[in-house]
């Protein structure tokens, strides 16, 4: 089945960058990104060539609804502008299929039209490729893949975040501090269990409750303290060992403030870039990447855009 156009509020926007050549050996992002259009993977096309689609998630509801400082409904645009100038090095091609956006507080209604717009991608093959947004961009996400037909069909799939915090506040309105709890929620719901891993935990920055939450739903954790490159590369193989597929988010505040200071909670401590890309090339070399978002990006705090363009280079390690 080929896959329709998703859902979306704002339809893909031209790309710009700097101009050196029309080759490939000139070739940037903003040349090489086209608009998506109804299609499906090559039958058999690996991992690393299945096409990747940017779908951004522009919403800031549920860190508002966090307390957190808004600004990330404008991340997508953001990340955009960052990729648009880089070399284009990949061996596949990357499309673009516009924004869903979240208006006022209509967080919900925006996850599910998210959640369809990817599970349309996934089915088809492709690799949706999400800019957040807040984390609730984290359960939009979830509802995509749960929704896929490869999911519901068996496969197993494992959340790895890399992020400061656990996400999984029990509240009693969803956020960007309860995603990860909604989906172990769901999973039970749907007579399965949420195999959850987050790489990058600040223990003075999640409450013994949200610890006690973490070890009762079996959660895997590694303490920012913690994260050596060696230590880093060890959990994940024994994550990725686990599961048959990965869905991988990405927290920026997962990375010091220094580093990621456009954040919505800016980490004092933080896990080192060189780590952080370290874990994406070990996801996107296992072959297993079904799924990727990139979240809290808040651009109206972003210093020399650092944080965008560190989202940026993050995204071209894992399609690359």
Known sequence: MVSSVPPVDVPPQPWTGRFDGEGPEHRRWWQAVTPYTPRRARAGASASARPAVILGFGSDAGVRRNKGRAGAAAAPAAIRAALGPLAFHLGREVHDAGDVTVSGDALEAGQARAGLAITGLLDAGLLPVVLGGGHETAFASYLG???????????????????????????????????????????????RELKYAVVGISEPNNT??????????????????DCSAEAARVFVAAFLAQVDAVYLTIDLDVLPAAVAPGVSAPAAYGVPLPVISAVCRQVAASGKLLHLDVAELNPELDVDHRTAKVAARLITTLLG
């Open 145 to 191: 893949v749960a929704g896929s037909a490869e999911v519901r069909e068996g496969l197993q799939v494992g959340v790895l975040n890399l992020d400061a915090h656990f996400d999984l506040r029990d509240e009693a309105m969803p956020s960007s501090g309860t995603p990860f709890l909604q989906m172990a929620r769901a999973e039970a719901a749907a007579g």
């Open 208 to 225: 013994r409750a949200l610890f006690r939450t973490a070890e009762d739903l079996g959660v895997d954790y590694l303490l920012d303290e």
